[in-house]
């Protein structure tokens, strides 16, 4: 990877039409369209729900807390999402709204910093969209899904904010707030109601988006939903959905989805309800429905508790395959019906359970019979040959080292290599990338951990100044690579081709090259850069 002074000043001179020269020959890219002034009243635009006005903030038009299904309160807590009732006059939408009810400890952690902040409310189904015109440009969309292990996150986090993917790639953007921990995720095997409430809300949030984003230069036919973590395993869970007879979405964005996590059936969903009623005293769901949320959000601390195992991440509130809103593991999605015609680009950083498990002092402390021991849970009797070669793999390995390298296979990068095979195999668009950049925060221990691609994507280091993960890192290097990564998102979302000039070429993952694209100091497409650990993992293949 090279530094990119010029194109750095492109993408950065604050004007819409600058990114005319990134993205001037794509069908439908920038034009000449008058950006909004800085005196302007604001925007207005008029929905079916009612009227809209937004503000202006740097040169974008940026409408946010607009609401797109009903408050999920009182009687609607743990039902689907359903349609908002609308509004007189207009409102304004120029504040974020709450975001969904989450655990919050002031100052945060060692690696994000905060990842959630109040103000949190139940009434929290609201959305926030920045464009460079509320006219007919028909622009590319992205939609983004924030992770945050199900129980954390916002779409109303300024980490998430769109105004560069707008401003840059000339994108109408959208992000999301869903309902999260135990609102969102509980399942009670209600009759007719099925569960994944969280779902149910993000494809209200989709559906309004087909609907509605017209009106904010938006093309509905040409939808990008992007997501990390918890947000890119929803991306696989939407890909199904195809109302009317037509995908929701053209192209998918999956960021260190957690393919390997178990998705519990409807009988062992029940279980961990039961173990959340025992936490709260409660016999059933329409107590539940009486308890204020802060109390609900609390017992949180004990699930962790009570569902947690050694050697593993813990999440204690987990979708569900309930036959309803779900029927099949997420990945199973992207591979027929309509997720099989959706462009995807799918990736993990290196060193993904870092995150959790480096900087714990217990698993620090951990040996290597209790690292062989949970080893046995994925390489039955060959679990000693596979400590080995994870330990020859990296020299001077302590046991939590290879713990997290195991973790780090096991949860995110085996299944993303799989899912990319699978598509290959059937003829399907899938690209790969791999985040190599380690940071030095930590003294290194974090190295390119879960997380860590997230400000170079959206290219805002700015508003990451919380987060310690960040500290230490060379700044030209850093602004170097973000330029790279967020071209190649734009380029994504605009064409379905994450390759831009000058960046070494990005070519599909195909069964006989499987290239991907290491995001590094020095940028370099691989081919089969998991080979080893694939075979490994899965003999033969």
């Given at each position: ?7 750095r000043?492109?993408l950065?001179n ?11 020959g ?23 729900a009612g009227?809209?006005r937004g ?21 609607l ?5 359903r349609?908002?009732?609308?509004w ?22 060692q ?44 779409g ?21 707030n ?35 984003i ?5 093309d509905?036919?040409?939808i990008t ?5 918890g ?26 989805p ?7 059936t ?9 173990q959340?009623?025992?936490?709260l005293?409660?016999t059933n ?39 309803t ?14 997720g ?14 870092n ?8 698993y ?8 062989l ?11 000693a040959?596979?400590?080995?070669a ?17 973790i ?6 085996m ?12 003829g399907?668009p ?5 985040f ?13 951990a879960h ?9 805002n ?16 290097i ?29 070519g ?11 995001l ?8 089969d850069i ?12």
């Open positions: 990877m090279t530094d990119e002074p010029s194109r000043k492109v950065r604050g004007s819409v039409l600058a990114g005319a020269a990134l993205f001037s794509v069908p439908g890219g920038p034009a000449a369209q008058a950006a909004p002034r800085a005196n302007d009243p604001g925007p207005v635009v008029d929905l079916p009227r809209l503000g202006i903030e740097g040169g974008l038009a940026v409408f946010k807390g607009v609401p797109y299904a009903a408050p999920p309160v009182g009687a807590r743990w039902r689907p999402a349609p908002h009732p609308g007189q006059g207009t409102r304004d939408a120029t504040a974020y709204g709450p975001s969904a009810p989450q655990p919050y400890r002031e100052g945060g952690d690696v994000l910093g905060t990842h959630g902040s109040p103000p949190f409310d139940e009434d929290c189904l609201t959305l926030n969209v920045w464009t460079p015109g509320a006219d007919s440009a028909k622009r590319p969309v992205m939609v983004w899904i924030h992770g945050g292990g199900f129980i954390s996150g916002s109303s986090l300024p980490v998430y904010s769109g105004d560069t993917f707008a401003r840059d790639g000339d994108l109408v953007v959208v992000t999301v869903y309902r999260l921990g135990p609102l969102g995720y509980l399942y009670f095997g209600e009759d007719g109601a099925g569960g994944n409430f969280w779902l149910t809300d993000q494809l209200a949030a989709l559906n309004w988006v087909r609907d509605n017209a009106a904010f230069g938006g509905p036919d040409n939903v992007a997501g990390q973590s947000g890119a395993l929803s991306v696989a869970a939407l890909a199904g959905a195809r109302p009317k007879g037509r995908p929701l979405f053209r192209r998918a964005i999956l960021q260190s957690p393919l390997g996590l178990k998705i519990p409807r009988a062992e969903s029940l279980q961990r309800t039961a959340y009623l025992d936490v005293g409660a769901v329409a107590e539940l429905r009486a308890v204020p949320w802060p109390r609900l959000i609390a017992a949180t601390f004990e699930m962790f508790g009570r569902t947690g195992k050694w050697g593993y991440w813990s999440t204690p509130f987990l979708p569900v395959i309930d036959g809103t779900l029927d099949r593991d997420p990945a199973d999605l992207l591979l027929s019906g309509a099989a015609d959706i462009d995807v680009l799918i990736g993990w950083t290196r060193e993904e359970a995150f959790a498990f480096a900087l714990s002092e217990p620090v402390a951990a040996t290597k019979d209790q690292v021991a949970r080893a046995r849970d994925t390489f039955g009797n060959r679990a040959q596979a400590y080995t994870y330990e020859q793999a990296r020299p001077g390995a302590r046991p939590v080292d290879v713990l997290m390298d195991l780090s296979d096991d949860l995110f990068r299944p993303a290599v799989a899912l990319a095979e699978r598509r290959a195999a059937r399907r899938v690209w790969a990338y791999q190599n950049l380690p940071t030095p925060a930590h003294d290194g221990r974090l190295a390119a997380c860590l691609e997230l400000p170079f994507v959206f290219d280091f700015d508003k990451w100044s919380h987060a310690p993960f960040l500290t230490g890192l060379n700044p030209r850093r602004e170097g690579l973000a330029a790279t990564v967020h071209a190649s998102w734009i380029s994504f979302i605009r064409t379905g081709d994450p390759h831009h000039d000058p960046m070494p070429k990005w599909r993952y195909e069964r006989d090259s499987r290239t991907t694209m290491a590094d100091s020095v940028t370099t497409a691989v081919d998991a080979g080893y650990w694939r075979r490994l993992h899965h003999p033969g293949t």
